[in-house]
């Protein structure tokens, strides 16, 4: 008779659970209303890049992260977007010794720690950048960030940066925005802070915040034209597969969709068809392609990214920055290889989300690009 009990029990139970669940899911909504995104005016325009012309003729960039995941475009993309334009003194640093573990793929070895930073700029940093991190309130990293603040630093956060840098007291009443997944929790966290949409890089009074992972890309576009001119901007920009960048930004393409959260939740419940792709490590390796490809293939909840080589030493990028392989190996590894090869960096992500949509269906490749927070091809150039 218990048993009887108990089993009606369970069977309620997971009844209650599939009508909440069947509740939930059609409560999102089919698609979001993508709209064509606002222009930005010029003299708006203008503002930013005076809002974020530097103090010297040479700055000084510092990107922070913490050693366990800290996110991987968010981390890797303005380093090598910024080294490559050689317009300021670019460091990648983390709070403690050791290398840093990044999200969701790729482990490098940073250029220094905070306290080395601090002992060779005691002057502080030009700008800060603050990737987002697997926890927001870290307190090295939290002290740190007021620090560099305090000396004047400019303090960009990307992505869900945006919430390490509300942490941290320095979004109190500016305008701002954030990965539109995690909006409304700044926002609950910091009711002060005031939202601007349609914007991937928005700044006010020495902190700027932007969108979601891929909008690291044109924020350090634009930061190079702050620094050193609008044609310098364009010939960084053309090395990476772009001909247009701006702010313009489609808040109401991204959000919580039905088909966003039924493919999720298929693609981690086959947690018996999982596949990870090789990608070689090789010496001069383009970090941004890198990471962008790396970042997408494993985002898509059926697929991970591993860095492969045939030695456990760290290799170097194109701008400098030190990979490490997540696997040494000698022989055929039998795992798929991503080459890399000389793609520029817009090509690179985009025929990935392609390669994604064609082996695992257009609706994963919409889970990874919506995820990136990454607009359409025609209005991202």
């Given at each position: 008779?218990?048993?009887?009990?108990?089993?009606?029990?369970?069977?309620?139970?997971?009844?209650?659970?599939?009508?909440?669940?069947?509740?939930?899911?059609?409560?999102?909504?089919?698609?979001?209303?993508?709209?064509?995104?606002?222009?930005?005016?010029?003299?708006?325009?203008?503002?930013?890049?005076?809002?974020?012309?530097?103090?010297?003729?040479?700055?000084?960039?510092?990107?922070?992260?913490?050693?366990?995941?800290?996110?991987?475009?968010?981390?890797?993309m303005p380093y090598g977007i910024l080294r490559r334009a050689d317009v300021a003194d670019v460091v990648a640093l983390a709070t403690g010794p050791g290398p840093v573990k990044l999200y969701p793929a790729l482990t490098v070895e940073p250029d220094?720690?905070?306290?080395?930073?601090?002992?060779?700029?005691p002057q502080g940093a030009d700008y800060v950048i603050v990737p987002a991190m697997s926890r927001d309130d870290d307190p090295a990293a939290l002290a740190w960030i007021r620090a560099q603040a305090a000396?004047?630093?400019?303090?960009?956060?990307?992505?869900?940066?945006?919430?390490?840098v509300g942490e941290a007291g320095l979004l109190d009443g500016k305008r701002a925005t954030t990965h539109w997944y995690y909006l409304k929790e700044l926002r609950k966290e910091h009711p002060s802070i005031r939202y601007v949409a349609d914007r991937r890089l928005v700044a006010d009074q020495g902190v700027a915040t932007t969108t979601g992972i891929s909008a690291s890309m044109p924020m350090s576009l634009i930061l190079i034209e702050a620094i050193a001119g609008r044609g310098k901007a364009e010939d960084v920009a053309r090395s990476l597969g772009l001909t247009h960048w701006d702010e313009r930004h489609d808040s109401s393409a991204f959000k919580f969709t039905r088909p966003f959260a039924l493919t999720a939740i298929a693609n981690t419940l086959a947690f018996w068809n999982r596949e990870q792709f090789g990608i070689e490590l090789v010496r001069g390796i383009d970090e941004v392609s890198l990471a962008l490809v790396a970042d997408a293939?494993?985002?898509?909840?059926?697929?991970?990214?591993?860095?492969?080589?045939?030695?456990?030493?760290?290799?170097?990028?194109?701008?400098?920055?030190?990979?490490?392989?997540?696997?040494?190996?000698?022989?055929?590894?039998?795992?798929?290889?991503r080459p890399i090869g000389d793609r520029k960096p817009a090509t690179a992500l985009d025929e990935t989300l392609q390669a994604i949509s064609a082996r695992y269906g257009p609706h994963t490749g919409d889970l990874v690009a919506m995820q990136l927070e990454y607009p359409a091809r025609q209005t991202f150039r």
């Open positions: 008779m218990r048993m009887k009990v108990l089993l009606w029990s369970l069977t309620g139970a997971v009844a209650v659970f599939a009508a909440f669940g069947a509740t939930w899911l059609l409560s999102l909504p089919s698609s979001p209303a993508a709209t064509s995104p606002p222009p930005i005016a010029q003299d708006e325009a203008d503002a930013m890049r005076a809002a974020l012309k530097p103090r010297r003729s040479r700055p000084l960039i510092a990107i922070i992260g913490i050693n366990d995941a800290t996110e991987t475009t968010d981390y890797v220094a720690t905070i306290a080395d930073f601090d002992a060779r700029h000396k004047g630093a400019m303090v960009i956060g990307v992505c869900a940066g945006a919430k390490v293939w494993s985002r898509t909840y059926r697929s991970r990214a591993v860095t492969l080589a045939r030695t456990a030493d760290a290799q170097p990028t194109l701008s400098g920055l030190r990979v490490l392989p997540d696997r040494v190996v000698t022989e055929e590894s039998g795992l798929r290889l």
